[in-house]
């Protein structure tokens, strides 16, 4: 049968409390034993010596019967003292005083005294007439210094063991309160960690963390938490793969493996931050980042991460082709109306002018093909941009290249995030201009490249942002279209940011620009 957490909890510290007390309790008895019998040598022997040396005492012996004037006088000291005797006898060993009146006249017993006839003094522990006592010697000296005898003071080992019993009673029921309250306390210790570990015993807790390493590592996301000092307490395997980290150091700060990570604002604000891209490792990450909250209080942050390399690979693909059909579209509307053009004129007899107008279409069509070819060197950016001038022309819309704009060798990793820049920047112009009354309706872009930046400007000739759109133009759902959704320029900054960049506007009455910069080592190859 297993102990539960709680009873072996109680049963150890009370063990442990026991143990403790048990050896403490013999210390102190030991120590107080010495010390009983120490003091009681000292109080012996200073008792001997002041008997000695009483007036009274020396003057008797020189009476013929020196016991009628020293017996009363020893049995006073040693009811006023306490002790067990006082026997004074002379140098041939004859008492002149004892408790038992009958033994007065007779040899002092023990065998310890001889030393004491030589004059000195001591105490020590020898057997006499009333058993096993600690006894004092002091000689007896008269006016000319002459020994005439000794005193012996003696307490029996019976009652210092007495009182050596009644501490150690004192010291058990000590004992048994301490190791009362002990338990109780180790029950109330046992029962507080049971609560804290929510009831569950040891096994469930180990068998509830193999499952969740089981399951974290299961997981097709990568899963990294930290606590609320940014320290990581937990990542998965799929994490360190998709963070193209090996061996990570415990309790590392967060910003030691992801210098961009924004778990640390995310503690701070206490607001949760959903699918935000993000590359890391040359891989294009969703991000979601979630404040752990205990209790009202904030006690770290967990942070998921999905590879988004394949997906964004397709989408990017799949963009693409949309980019062309809108662009393959918009052409076809373009050139149906330039054929009905040229039919008219044809069927006016006006050859010349049909001649000419073709010439100026595929001149200008030519021009922007030249264009894209020798100055866009990315296929996915040309398509885009293609489409966007067609889907502009369209609307009597003009795009603007200046000659010594040119978009350099970008890394893969991060096409799908300029497509979404340059495709809602510019969106964002054409439906400005779409709806102003003013003309010209055109936009410029500019691409520039400089030692360590690579910057866009997308200028259009629009009426401008109102100035309460100003503040809120990027935030997350704020539109001025009737059917938009308010996350173009969300995106646009969300995709800036996650490379390192910024992206700024200045608008008044004669239109707008937006200007983005971003780190050329990131972005260029």
């Known amino acids: 049968m297993t102990l539960s957490l709680q009873l072996r909890i109680t049963i150890v510290v009370s063990f442990i409390i026991l143990i403790a007390l048990g050896l403490e309790t013999l210390l102190i008895k030991r120590s107080f034993e010495s010390y009983i019998v120490t003091q009681t040598e000292n109080r012996v022997l200073s008792i001997a010596t002041q008997v000695a040396q009483d007036p009274e005492i020396i003057e008797a012996f020189h009476l013929p019967d020196p016991s009628k004037r020293i017996q009363p006088i020893a049995e006073k000291v040693r009811m006023m003292t306490g002790t067990s005797y006082v026997v004074v006898f002379n140098m041939d060993t004859i008492r002149y005083s004892h408790p038992v009146p009958e033994r007065i006249g007779q040899h002092f017993v023990g065998g310890d005294e001889q030393d004491s006839l030589k004059g000195k003094r001591y105490v020590s522990q020898a057997h006499g007439t009333l058993g096993l006592s600690i006894r004092a010697f002091v000689p007896i000296f008269d006016a000319s210094s002459t020994q005439i005898g000794v005193v012996s003071v003696g307490q029996l080992l019976r009652d210092v063991e007495m009182e050596s019993r009644r501490l150690t009673s004192i010291l058990s029921v000590a004992l048994g309160l301490s190791l009362f309250v002990g338990a109780v306390g180790a029950f109330l210790l046992s029962r507080s960690i049971k609560k804290i570990l929510f009831g569950l015993e040891p096994q469930e807790i180990a068998t509830l963390l193999e499952e969740r390493n089981v399951i974290l590592s299961s997981i097709k996301e990568g899963v990294l938490a930290v606590d609320r000092d940014a320290r990581v307490i937990l990542i998965n395997e799929n994490a360190k793969a998709l963070l193209g980290l090996r061996d990570v150091p415990e309790k590392c700060r967060v910003q030691d493996l992801i210098p961009t990570s924004k778990l640390p604002k995310v503690i701070r604000s206490r607001e949760p931050d959903y699918d935000e891209e ?248």
Do not use: W
């Open 278 to 525: 993000q590359i890391v490792n040359h891989r294009v990450l969703l991000v979601n980042r979630v404040p752990m909250v205990s209790k009202g209080e904030v006690i770290g942050a967990v942070a998921t991460f999905r590879d988004m390399s394949e997906i964004r690979s397709m989408a990017e693909e799949l963009t693409s082709v949309k980019q062309y059909v809108e662009g393959l579209r918009a052409q076809h509307h373009e050139f149906l109306n330039r054929l009905h053009v040229i039919a008219g004129l044809l069927q006016l007899k006006e050859y010349r002018k049909a001649v000419d107008f073709v010439l100026d279409t595929v001149s200008k069509d030519q021009e922007v093909l030249d264009y894209l070819k020798t100055h866009v060197q990315e296929p996915t950016i040309s398509g885009l941009l293609l489409a966007k001038i067609t889907s502009a022309r369209e609307q009597n819309i003009e795009i603007e290249f200046p000659s010594e704009a040119r978009f350099p060798p970008i890394r893969k990793e991060v096409v799908g995030s300029l497509v979404t820049v340059l495709g809602n920047l510019i969106q964002n112009a054409i439906e400005a201009l779409r709806e102003s009354g003013r003309v010209p309706k055109k936009i410029g872009i500019l691409f520039s490249l400089s030692e360590n930046q690579f910057t866009i400007r997308i200028q259009d000739t629009g009426l401008g942002v109102s100035q309460e759109a100003k503040d809120r133009i990027f935030q997350k759902g704020f539109t001025t279209k009737k059917e938009g959704k308010g996350m173009g320029l969300f995106l646009v900054r969300q995709q800036v940011e996650g490379l390192g960049g910024s992206v700024a506007f200045e608008s008044s009455e004669q239109g707008t620009v937006f200007t983005v910069v971003l780190p050329k080592e990131r972005v260029c190859l």
